[in-house]
């Protein structure tokens, strides 16, 4: 069994900042690719952020200069830190992790149960 438990959601004002975290635990061999996507509703899920084993990471656009991701690869754990946040961040977020369960197995996507995020003045 794996999974993925997300905190850190919550109801803020624009401007204000959230940090979001995600832990994923279990039968893990390796872990690959660890991110944030959300959905707002009427929308479809997009991704807001990736990184690698490696450090890289990307964005969307949207959030480019706003949120900033990172991990703790000890910990198997994954951040987002979104700050100068604006109501059209409001949306569930859910955090992925591309694993493998054993050494022979290969890359699957989890995904966390997703934590709400508000921004509204």
């Known amino acids: 069994q794996v999974q993925l438990v997300e905190s850190g959601g919550g109801l803020v004002q624009p401007g204000e900042s959230l940090r979001l975290s995600c832990t994923a635990s279990?039968?893990?061999?390796?872990?690959?690719?660890m991110g944030w996507y959300r959905q707002a509703p009427g929308n479809q899920r997009e991704l807001v952020a990736a990184t690698p084993t490696g450090g890289s990471t990307a964005y969307v656009d949207s959030v480019k200069g706003r949120f900033t991701i990172s991990r703790d690869n000890a910990k198997n754990t994954v951040y987002l830190q979104m700050n100068s946040l604006k109501p059209e961040d409001t949306a569930v977020y859910y955090c992925y992790a591309d694993l493998k369960r054993t050494g022979w197995d290969v890359f699957r996507r989890y995904w966390g149960q997703g934590t709400q995020v508000t921004v509204s003045s």
């Open positions: 279990g039968s893990i061999f390796s872990i690959d690719v």
